[in-house]
């Protein structure tokens, strides 16, 4: 794979009641994809941006997932809908 999702996870979950699948992704504190090589050669290429546009263009649908995620966070924050922070909710539009 080009990019391994990483982050660090909050001592005490925060959906104790979920399954321990979606818990490693609820109860992350933050995420970053990360992306090793040793393809030096490509670094100092004129093709680095073209290959940067292509494999950003792969993470594209999480980058996606996860605004939506946040705006629909929000909304519940400012109570226009409060069901919609509960993780299922949130994991049924993938």
Not at 30 to 41: E, I, K, M, V, Y
Not at 59 to 77: G, M, N
Request: glycine share 2%; charged share 25%; net charge positive.
């Amino acid at each position: 794979s080009i990019f391994k999702i990483e982050g660090d996870d909050y001592k005490r979950s925060k959906y104790p009641d979920q399954p321990k699948n979606l818990r490693a992704w609820l109860d992350k504190k933050s995420l970053h994809f990360t992306c090793h090589s040793a393809d030096f050669n490509l670094l100092f290429s004129a093709q680095l941006a073209d290959r940067l546009i292509e494999d950003f263009l792969l993470i594209q649908p999480i980058s996606d997932f996860l605004c939506a995620v946040e705006k629909q966070k929000q909304a519940a924050q400012a109570g226009m809908n409060p069901q919609s922070r509960h993780p299922r909710t949130l994991l049924n539009r993938l």
